[in-house]
């Protein structure tokens, strides 16, 4: 969640629930955040169990919610669980959908979806590997109202959402989608041409392929890579974008500067990178690497602190003025 403001009481509806399809990792902390900005909240999800893992997983993430703040009417008790996906988006204003990222299970539920929700409502799904227009297709009623809305994980604090239309996706869908994601404290970034993985993904994948490859090499460990972006430009990467911070590099010459002068060593070095493919003994070794990384720390514990920093990083930069 982008702190930047306090969340709106009135920034839930009236005019129908949100509904949250697939309670999964991503599913339920959108449950949280939409229940946190006083939203009424159907959920489904065909799991066993599924009802109570997301309950506690709401409460798991109410804390870090309330830091942040949440709306006056806000509360876990707003959270209903249906039997269907039908009963779910019967009268709901707007659906997100985090089901498995497997194609015959997309089908059945889009078009599910498609047929029950009502056709005012967008219909957002939180895939990573589908593009809009390959879920537009399974949809013969409304497929302009599909569109992608791409969390990061943990979804209740991390405020990028990458919002991603599809061929047919209508303006007002856009509009929709962005409005309620902004009025969440999010901070929607429009994709504006389909490419597989989004933005962010693929920006992640190149960092990911060459530390494959920096590992595979033995030119540093797994721990080495983790260190030189977590104590590295990471801490920079959390204040401001690294096209930003390259134009602060040059100083008063700003990217102009760095681009004259630091261009053709930086074209060298992008010229270098390889490529890797993750082969048995590559995964092996990666793998192998962050158990080695992770052998004297207590994961829990480290998940809570890092989400500790996340909210007390993020009620920071909401007091800021000039960051972007």
């Not at 490859?213 to 972006?229: K, N």
Request: glycine share 8%.
């Amino acid at each position: 969640m982008n702190a930047t403001t306090t969340p709106n009481p009135a920034s839930g509806s009236t005019d129908g629930p949100v509904a949250v399809v697939g309670t999964g990792v991503i599913g339920a902390s959108w449950a949280a955040l939409f229940l946190a900005h006083g939203h009424d909240v159907v959920a489904y999800d065909p799991g066993a169990g599924a009802e109570a893992a997301l309950r506690a997983a709401v409460q798991e993430a109410w804390p870090a919610l309330s830091q942040l703040g949440l709306a006056e009417d806000a509360s876990p008790a707003r959270l209903r669980f249906a039997s269907s996906a039908a009963e779910a988006v019967a009268d709901a204003r707007f659906v997100q959908e985090s089901g498995p990222e497997r194609i015959d299970l997309k089908q059945r539920l889009f078009a599910e979806l498609d047929e029950a929700t009502p056709a005012a409502g967008p219909i957002a799904s939180s895939s990573s590997g589908l593009t809009p227009s390959q879920l537009q297709a399974m949809c013969g009623l409304h497929p302009e109202r599909i569109i992608v809305g791409h969390p990061f994980h943990p979804v209740h604090l991390i405020p990028l959402v990458e919002v991603v239309p599809g061929r047919c996706t209508d303006e007002r869908t856009v509009k929709q989608t962005t409005d309620l994601y902004t009025a969440l404290g999010k901070k929607p970034i429009l994709v504006r041409h389909e490419v597989p993985g989004h933005v962010t993904n693929r920006l992640q994948a190149s960092l990911w392929r060459e530390a494959y490859s920096l590992v595979e090499r033995g030119v540093a460990t797994v721990a080495d890579i983790d260190t030189a972006i977590s104590y590295g430009p990471g801490l920079r990467w959390a204040l401001l974008g690294p096209l930003v911070n390259q134009h602060l590099s040059g100083g008063t010459g700003g990217m102009a500067h760095t681009l004259e002068h630091l261009g053709p060593p930086a074209q060298a070095w992008m010229d270098d990178l390889h490529d890797v493919h993750l082969t048995p003994a590559l995964s092996a070794l990666l793998v192998q690497g962050v158990e080695d990384e992770l052998a004297s720390i207590d994961q829990t514990a480290m998940v809570a602190q890092r989400d500790a920093l996340l909210v007390d990083l993020l009620r920071r930069k909401a007091e800021q003025t000039t960051l972007p």
